[in-house]
């Protein structure tokens, strides 16, 4: 074998200079459908249950992160997404107590399982956003936060003894939560929107929506190109016509936080989970990350990340 290697060596690298004309194939490279009847039964149809089991069997990671003025329902609305108690409540939330002064940005993971199927649900929760008095620059600890976690991946992906599965921690999806009561959306909206659209998937929801009046909603749709989604959030559960839903008793009835006709949620619900869950992780894979990798790498002369720990993520603050 060895002796051989250089003479092979040589024939790949003329080869590649000078390519030899290949002969046409006798048969046109046109893909043939074969009549299964004939043959047998082959299995082709089984990779479907084989893809199935081994997503069952790894479970996967899903990142979710809610930004957003203290108040505005951010645990509330993830609560009820997931129907259980995945984001802490800040019920003894008050103004008068101690404002922070930076985002404080909190991961909580949790492992939820419906159907045999086990999702690794991580909650990013981003107390204080937009709620100093001056908020400019605000979402940058935001943009740091989802760009070190695109920095932990790059590092591990180009680790020589690199791990088969990756811990994820990448953010696929990030609620913007819209004030009900601003009418059409704030300059620090339009800011953070902006900014970090061009790192991560972003969802603006108008949150309570139940406090907004007919007029107002309409209004608000006039002025946005694509309404956000409008929606309520409770984790309390009524008795509505014979069924238990999740709903906000008001002195004039039940909000239903699933119904249609009180507020959008089901729609975002569908959209985030059960129809876009892959595909807000995919773009995540394919576009943010692809776009922060190339960055990176070109900066670095086309080399992988060195260090491990870097000296700008010990900035210091003025
Ligand atoms: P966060 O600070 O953004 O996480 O807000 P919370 O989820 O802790 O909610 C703050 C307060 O708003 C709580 O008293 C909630 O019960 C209430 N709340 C949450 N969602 C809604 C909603 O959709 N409509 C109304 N009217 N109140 C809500
Ligand atoms: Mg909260």
């Known amino acids: 074998m060895s002796k051989g290697f250089p003479e092979t060596r040589t024939d790949a690298a003329m080869s590649e200079l000078v390519p030899e004309p290949r002969p046409k194939p006798a048969v046109p490279m046109k893909p043939v459908s074969i009549n299964s009847n004939l043959l047998g039964y082959i299995g082709i149809d089984t990779i479907i249950e084989q893809m199935r089991k081994k997503t069952m069997k790894t479970g996967f990671d899903f990142n979710i992160m809610v930004v957003g003025q203290s108040g505005l329902g951010k645990s509330t609305l993830v609560n009820t997404l997931f129907k259980s108690q995945v984001s802490r409540k800040a019920s003894s939330w008050n103004r008068e107590e101690k404002i922070p002064k930076t985002v404080e940005i909190k991961a909580i993971g949790h492992v939820i399982e419906e159907g045999g199927v086990k999702m690794k649900l991580t909650v990013i929760d981003t107390p204080g956003f937009g709620d100093q008095i001056n908020n400019e620059n605000c ?122 006709n009180h507020c959008e949620f089901a729609l975002l619900r569908d959209f985030v989970i059960r129809t876009h869950l892959q595909d807000l992780k ?32 010990h900035d210091s603050n003025p």
Request: hydrophobic letters at 30%; one cysteine or more.
């Open 139 to 260: 979402w940058e600890p935001i943009e740091k936060y989802i760009n070190e976690q695109y920095e932990k991946f790059l590092k591990e992906e180009v680790n020589i003894a690199r791990k088969k599965r990756i811990p994820d921690t990448r953010v696929h999806c990030c609620l913007y939560f819209i004030s009900p009561t601003g009418h059409s959306l704030r300059p620090l909206d339009l800011e953070f929107m902006k900014h970090l659209s061009k790192v991560v998937n972003i969802i603006p929801v108008i949150a309570k929506a139940d406090t907004m009046t007919l007029e107002e909603k309409s209004e608000f749709k006039q002025r946005q190109e694509s309404m956000p989604f409008a929606v309520v959030g409770s984790d309390k559960e009524y008795q509505v016509n014979g069924k238990r839903v999740l709903g906000r008793k008001t002195p004039w009835g039940i909000i239903e936080v699933e119904n249609l």
């Open 282 to 313: 995919e773009v995540t894979h394919n576009i943010h990350y692809e776009t922060y990798r190339a960055k990176r790498l070109n900066d670095n002369g086309g080399l992988p990340p060195v260090s491990v720990d870097t000296e700008e993520s």
